[in-house]
């Protein structure tokens, strides 16, 4: 099979119809491209010039391989320079992982400064619980996570990108709407959505610590995994639930939101994930626009 270097030399004789103006083009005496051409031809199986002391034309041969040759030379400029965008941050495409909550608020402003900072980078988006998003980093079905901590596997890297304040989600004719705060301490006895103690262990442990810590012992009616869907019972009116603050962000009609009550209130985190080893040269950059984004801890 013949190689690129003895097309470019076709493509500069063809064009030139001059040997030593195509040698001159490509910075090389004409022996050797004398030589390619012939290798050329010799690999091809047909004449691709006829060769006179006087003219150099192009054969029917010659001039039916000249548009390919020529789009050949293009198609191996454009894989090269794709290369070196790839592998300088410039284009290519990310996969990311991340949980439901995610979606509310920072993952929005995420995508929107991605498109604006990396437009030539495509972003495949996957919504995980958590544990799928450690699965997917480990068979690198994604390249990174937006998840809870905590995260304690030493292949991973972190960082903190976002905080936000628990807030009670409570249906709209709940006497305790008229209150401008919540106590947690208010909560005992009142029938209580909870989080799922496998899929959303974080908030699980989270809400547990804060019941514990004010001798609150509320009336559980569900155990849920996904936020949307508790905010969805809340406005069925079947019980009162601690969300993260961007879940106001959902606007569920019937649902009234007020801020916790609390000397020392704790914040909802949220990390970026990623293998220390991964091999995609767009993490980097992606981490440069999360670090613009995130709050610091």
Same mark, same amino acid.
């Given at each position: 099979?013949?190689?690129?270097?003895? #097309?470019?030399?076709? %493509?500069?004789?063809?064009?030139?119809?001059?040997?030593?103006?195509?040698?001159?083009?490509?910075?090389? /005496?004409?022996?050797?491209? *004398?030589?390619?051409?012939?290798?050329? +031809?010799?690999?091809?199986?047909?004449?691709?010039?006829?060769?006179?002391?006087? *003219? #150099?034309?192009? /054969?029917?041969a010659g001039k039916g391989?000249?548009?390919?040759?020529?789009?050949?030379?293009?198609?191996?400029?454009?894989?090269?320079? $794709?290369?070196?965008?790839?592998?300088?941050?410039?284009?290519? *495409?990310? @996969?990311?992982?991340?949980?439901?909550?995610?979606?509310?608020?920072?993952?929005?402003?995420?995508? /929107?400064?991605?498109?604006?900072?990396?437009?030539?980078?495509?972003?495949?988006? &996957?919504?995980?619980? /958590?544990?799928?998003?450690?699965?997917?980093?480990?068979?690198?079905?994604?390249? %990174?996570?937006?998840?809870?901590?905590?995260?304690?596997?030493? +292949?991973?890297?972190?960082?903190?990108?976002?905080?936000?304040?628990?807030?009670?989600?409570?249906?709209?004719?709940?006497?305790?709407?008229?209150?401008?705060?919540?106590?947690?301490?208010?909560?005992?006895?009142?029938?209580?959505?909870?989080?799922?103690?496998?899929?959303?262990?974080?908030?699980?442990?989270?809400?547990? &610590?804060?019941?514990?810590?004010? @001798?609150? +012992?509320?009336?559980?009616?569900?155990n849920i995994a996904q936020?949307?869907?508790?905010?969805?019972? %809340?406005?069925?009116?079947?019980?009162?639930?601690? $969300?993260?603050?961007?879940?106001?962000?959902?606007?569920?009609?019937?649902? %009234?939101?007020?801020?916790?009550?609390?000397?020392?209130?704790?914040? $909802? +985190?949220?990390?970026?994930?990623?293998?220390?080893?991964?091999?995609?040269?767009?993490?980097?950059?992606?981490?440069?626009? #999360?670090?613009?984004?995130?709050?610091?801890?």
């Amino acid at each position: 099979m013949f190689d690129l270097s003895q #097309v470019r030399c076709f %493509v500069a004789v063809a064009e030139e119809l001059h040997f030593g103006r195509a040698a001159r083009r490509l910075n090389m /005496t004409q022996p050797p491209l *004398s030589r390619q051409i012939q290798n050329l +031809e010799h690999r091809i199986g047909a004449a691709l010039l006829e060769r006179t002391s006087r *003219s #150099v034309r192009l /054969t029917p041969a010659g001039k039916g391989f000249l548009a390919e040759a020529r789009g050949l030379l293009r198609m191996a400029d454009r894989a090269a320079l $794709v290369a070196r965008r790839v592998a300088t941050g410039k284009s290519g *495409s990310l @996969k990311i992982g991340y949980t439901a909550a995610s979606a509310y608020a920072f993952l929005p402003q995420l995508v /929107t400064a991605c498109r604006r900072e990396m437009p030539d980078i495509d972003l495949s988006l &996957s919504e995980m619980v /958590t544990q799928a998003q450690y699965d997917a980093l480990a068979a690198n079905q994604i390249d %990174v996570a937006l998840l809870r901590p905590p995260i304690r596997r030493d +292949e991973l890297a972190s960082e903190l990108v976002n905080r936000e304040a628990l807030i009670a989600a409570l249906p709209a004719r709940h006497p305790l709407t008229r209150s401008a705060h919540i106590d947690i301490a208010d909560l005992h006895d009142q029938p209580f959505i909870m989080y799922d103690a496998i899929e959303s262990r974080y908030f699980f442990d989270l809400v547990t &610590s804060l019941l514990v810590g004010a @001798k609150a +012992e509320p009336r559980y009616v569900q155990n849920i995994a996904q936020i949307h869907s508790m905010m969805a019972l %809340v406005r069925s009116g079947l019980g009162i639930a601690l $969300v993260p603050e961007a879940a106001a962000t959902l606007r569920f009609t019937g649902v %009234v939101v007020r801020p916790i009550k609390l000397a020392k209130p704790p914040s $909802v +985190e949220l990390h970026i994930v990623w293998k220390r080893d991964g091999g995609n040269p767009l993490v980097p950059v992606l981490l440069d626009v #999360v670090r613009k984004l995130a709050v610091r801890a």
